[in-house]
T-cell receptor, first 116, second 120 residues
Framework: AQKITQTQPGMFVQEKEAVTLDCTYD???????LFWYKQPSSGEMIFLIY??????QNATEGRYSLNFQKARKSANLVISASQLGDSAMYFC?????????????FGTGTRLTVIP | GAVVSQHPSRVICKSGTSVKIECRSL??????MFWYRQFPKKSLMLMAT?????????EQGVEKDKFLINHASLTLSTLTVTSAHPEDSSFYIC????????????????FGPGTRLTVL
């Protein structure tokens, strides 16, 4: 079974609007971390936001927030006030366990296009 | 802090040659480094986990004799694609585990900028 599922291959959003990128995960480990990365055309993976499985509150980082619904095993990324520079691929990822010793499992990504 | 570099950023080689890709943690010591491969418009797939001073752990389906990984120091891991063929053309990304706080998160992984390999 896929550990990370991103069902939206592509999304469009109007500049200055908010957009939600979906991510669901599957794990039996009670301890895990969820990540979102942005990958522009240059290829680098840019860390956006992190949510630990035991975190009580949804993570926020500037215009990024993570809508963490543990019972539904979803970790959607919300980008507020979209900017043209937000156009990129976005990957949701999960690490089982709470240390960096374990690798990340990535979803298939969502290509976000911000329309002026 | 928490900067990871990769060299080269782009390489084109002839079929049958070997290519070495370096992954360096510039401002922290990385006991563990991970090597990922990404095909065009696809996700990142873990190839192997590299621990300093020991043999790498390869994922199922990854040929260890073809993708040689050496993690000789706490700041450097290398991936050598031996006898490269066109099907090895891909984007290779490393990440390094920082057990400190250099990046603001405790015990996190940080990605290099990637190496695009094209085998003719």
């Amino acid at each position: 079974a896929q550990k990370i599922t991103q069902t939206q291959p592509g999304m469009f959003v109007q500049e200055k609007e908010a957009v939600t990128l979906d991510c669901t995960y599957d794990t039996s480990d009670p301890s895990y971390g969820l990540f979102w990365y942005k990958q522009p055309s240059s290829g680098e993976m840019i860390f956006l936001i992190y949510q630990g499985s035991y975190d009580q509150q949804n993570a926020t980082e500037g215009r990024y927030s993570l809508n963490f619904q543990k019972a539904r095993k979803s970790a959607n990324l919300v980008i507020s006030a979209s900017q043209l520079g937000d156009s990129a691929m976005y990957f949701c990822a999960m690490r089982e366990g709470l240390t960096g010793a374990n690798n990340l499992f990535f979803g298939t990504g969502t290509r976000l296009t911000v329309i002026p | 802090g928490a900067v990871v570099s990769q060299h080269p950023s782009r390489v084109i080689c002839k079929s049958g040659t070997s290519v070495k890709i370096e992954c360096r943690s510039l401002d922290f010591q990385a006991t563990t480094m991970f090597w990922y491969r990404q095909f065009p418009k696809k996700s990142l797939m873990l190839m192997a986990t590299s621990n300093e001073g020991s043999k790498a752990t390869y994922e199922q389906g990854v040929e260890k004799d073809k993708f040689l990984i050496n993690h000789a120091s706490l700041t450097l891991s290398t991936l050598t694609v031996t006898s490269a063929h066109p099907e090895d053309s891909s984007f290779y990304i490393c990440s390094a585990r920082d057990v400190g706080l250099a990046g603001g998160l405790i015990d996190e992984q940080f990605f290099g900028p990637g190496t695009r390999l094209t085998v003719l």
